[in-house]
């Protein structure tokens, strides 16, 4: 089967598992663990942060960041099509009791101007406080979308006037990091907490990592805890997080090349309605109306293909370090011959 439903369905590359086994480890809820040890201090100095704290999933990191960030009671803002808003099983009413204020954007980003104008006035004690302002970059349900990064900047300064966190969810950072300017301690300078993921593109089995202040880390260290997330030998899965960021970031654009391939490939068919732009590994493209969804996607399924279903007409392919050319090949005969 060739499996295109996500990047996160990649296995341990022998050089990743090779550097598991001889990881050397310890006790990580005593910080003891000189393996995630180091892969914090490498993810914090990348991106000029004082601290960072590794995580089981992309989920926790985005979600203590919201705890650290807010009170029970208050408003967050972020775009309509959210990750922490969408597919975080409701946490940030469940474990921060905030309720999201949501933006109509546009492929899952927002403008300064849309942002300031949902901040709700602090002395109008009336509605819920607003704290904090959330972005996602690369934008999952946005196709991969990158953002301008001016418009990440002209936001920074809508928090700063207003008083408001800033939190970027970067589980696909490294994607867009290899395809716009900006740097690692770019985004460090602009954002108070930053999650990065280590198990999407770079192909690590587990685990996600939040960057911010000493003071913001030992708050998160006690929230990981609450919410059980504390690992104890953890440095094997730090170990792979290391070797990916070593070894499988730059190669990102491979991914992205393959996608732009397969977005063109789509384009051509009379099936299909519109793709939208890719810019990274993501490829997000609709049928026309009167096509049968479930039957496309059968036919792809015939041809050892899977691909996922967003719902709303929406279907999604994503490419990743075990999609190889061949295999690439495969599927772009395949869409030829449709
Ligand atoms: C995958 C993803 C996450 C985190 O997901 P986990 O499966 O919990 O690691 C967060 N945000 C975005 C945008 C994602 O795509």
Not at 109 to 125: G, K, L, R, S
Not at 224 to 240: N, S, W, Y
Request: glycine fraction near 10%.
């Amino acid at each position: 089967m060739i499996n295109l439903i996500s990047d996160t369905v990649t296995k341990p590359t022998p050089g990743m598992l090779d550097a598991m086994m001889h990881a050397e480890v310890g006790d990580d809820v005593f910080k003891h663990d000189p393996t995630v040890n180091a892969l914090e201090a490498k993810l914090a100095k990348l991106f000029g942060k004082e601290a960072a704290l590794f995580f089981p999933s992309g989920t926790m990191a985005n979600q203590t960041a919201i705890k650290i960030h807010t009170q029970p009671g208050e408003q967050l803002i972020c775009d309509k099509w959210a990750h922490i808003f969408n597919y975080e099983g409701g946490g940030a009413s469940f474990n921060s009791g905030v309720s999201c204020r949501l933006v109509d954007g546009n492929r899952g980003m927002m403008t300064a101007e849309q942002v300031e104008a949902v901040i709700n006035p602090p002395d109008f004690y009336h509605s819920p406080l607003t704290t904090l302002v959330e972005v996602e970059n690369t934008t999952n349900r946005g196709g991969g979308a990158c953002w301008d990064f001016e418009e990440l900047v002209k936001i920074k300064a809508v928090c700063e006037k207003h008083g408001l966190a800033y939190h970027l969810d970067g589980a696909r950072l490294w994607n867009a990091m290899v395809e716009t300017a900006a740097t690692p301690k770019d985004y460090g300078r602009l954002f108070d907490t930053i999650s990065i993921c280590l198990s999407k593109g770079l192909g690590a089995p587990v685990g996600s990592v939040l960057v911010g202040t000493k003071k913001h880390m030992q708050k998160a260290l006690r929230i990981r805890k609450v919410f059980g997330g504390g690992m104890r030998q953890a440095g094997f899965l730090a170990a792979a997080g290391i070797y990916a960021i070593d070894h499988q970031w730059e190669r990102l654009k491979e991914d992205h090349r393959k996608a732009k391939e397969l977005g063109g490939a789509l384009s051509k068919l009379s099936q299909v309605d519109f793709v939208e732009e890719v810019e990274t590994n993501i490829v997000i493209f609709q049928l026309r109306p009167n096509e049968d969804i479930a039957g496309f996607m059968q036919l792809l399924q015939e041809n050892k293909i899977l691909i996922s279903n967003m719902g709303q007409g929406k279907l999604r392919m994503v490419t990743h370090l075990d999609y190889t050319d061949a295999m690439h090949q495969q599927v772009m005969e395949v869409l030829g011959n449709i």
